[in-house]
């Protein structure tokens, strides 16, 4: 008999973490695997950041922290947010998290009560939806398509605004599709938002440094947004340190007070060491981590080159993150080596099966014509990967 709780029953596993995991099973079985599924970068965590965790151990940093973060640690965010986004906040309006989703977990369970409903602009990171369900909220979907570069308009936005409507989440640059919001683009939303002032705005800015081509744009920058953005942030992907987790907030008082206590009764301050070595990380200039992003830029040329070569695959160009987005519906309803693809998860499955080459199905990211490839791989591996599925599909 089933005794858990409908609350688990109803969330989904992570698609992207499902997908990781089938592709370790079959690497286990011997099969060679490329795995251009995780947001992972391939990268060593840069060696200054190291040095000042190693520091932090041999300083004996080995007690529980403070439930927002260190103090040192939060002055150097709240420089890092003055230096980077042009944004001014207080020691209160930040809170330190065990990484990004933990502050955006935060969040949902700061401000959605039952029934609220919050706006996700499609495609969207995967937990977007399921962290909103955990909180009893109802995610409403926003259409977008690769020929608008998966970006939500004003038109939209507005069209998707109910008296229930409680937040809206998105991410810039996004994961899955690597579309970058200009700052016009933001302030043609923030006008929208300006005739509904009961809404609030979560911008998840994680890849904010992995931008090819424009200034990076944080819709807290306007004034009139100030009060009514949670600014979402991390080390994970621009500075190569996933597994440290630690992510942070910039936000109204009020909410950061409520996402500390929140914090305080789930997992207290996140790890000691990590939060010294981020420290290091947050006072460093951007371009400290440029090669990471150069070499990205070029990953990014390359996989576009190569799909350009692949039949039915239609790409636009991402302006940031290390991830495509292709449209595969081509072969939707296709019989291909004795499998019948009737929709992206299909697709995701037999190329992990048959050219094994692990992506991520777009249906987990709110678009089922899609599939999500990352390119935080190696050249070697990228042109492997995309040889072997054009070999599989031609």
Request: charge should be negative; aromatic fraction near 10%.
């Amino acid at each position: 008999m089933n005794q858990l709780s409908d609350r688990i029953n109803n969330l989904s596993t992570s698609a992207t973490l499902a997908m990781a995991a089938k592709a370790r099973e079959l690497k286990a079985e011997g099969k060679n695997i490329i795995g251009l599924s995780l947001g992972e970068p391939d990268f060593n965590t840069p060696d200054f950041i190291k040095d000042a965790a190693i520091q932090a151990i041999n300083d004996n940093y080995n007690s529980y922290t403070p439930v927002d973060g260190y103090v040192e640690l939060k002055e150097a965010i709240i420089t890092k947010f003055k230096r980077d986004n042009k944004l001014t906040y207080t020691l209160p309006q930040i809170v330190v998290s065990t990484g990004a989703k933990q502050a955006l977990a935060n969040v949902a369970a700061a401000l959605i009560n039952p029934g609220d409903e919050v706006i996700l602009p499609c495609p969207y990171w995967v937990s977007y939806s399921d962290i909103v369900k955990l909180n009893e909220g109802v995610p409403v979907e926003v259409k977008t398509s690769i020929d608008t570069d998966f970006k939500m308009t004003a038109a939209q936005l507005e069209a998707a605004i109910t008296p229930k409507t409680k937040m809206i989440w998105y991410s810039s640059p996004c994961n899955p599709s690597g579309s970058v919001y200009s700052k016009q683009e933001l302030r043609e939303l923030a006008d929208v938002l300006q005739k509904h002032p009961s809404i609030y705005v979560v911008s998840d800015e994680i890849y904010e440094h992995i931008n090819f081509s424009s200034d990076h744009a944080s819709i807290a920058q306007f004034e009139d947004m100030y009060d009514r953005t949670v600014t979402v942030n991390g080390v994970s992907k621009a500075f190569a340190m996933t597994g440290w987790r630690i992510g942070f907030i910039g936000a109204p008082d009020w909410i950061a007070r409520a996402c500390n206590k929140m914090q305080g009764q789930v997992t207290s301050g996140a790890n000691c060491i990590a939060q010294r070595a981020v420290i290091t990380a947050m006072e460093a200039s951007p371009s400290k981590v440029q090669y990471m992003v150069d070499e990205f830029k070029i990953r990014r040329d390359l996989v576009l080159d190569l799909l350009s070569n692949v039949p039915g695959f239609k790409t636009n160009t991402p302006e940031g993150a290390f991830y495509v987005f292709p449209d595969v519906s081509f072969y939707f309803g296709k019989i291909i080596n004795g499998n019948t693809i009737k929709n992206a998860t299909d697709f995701s499955l037999f190329l992990l099966e048959e050219a094994l080459v692990a992506t991520v199905t777009g249906d987990a990211f709110g678009n089922p014509n899609c599939i999500r490839i990352s390119y935080a791989a190696s050249q070697d591996q990228i042109i492997e990967a995309i040889t072997r599925i054009k070999n599989c599909l031609v």
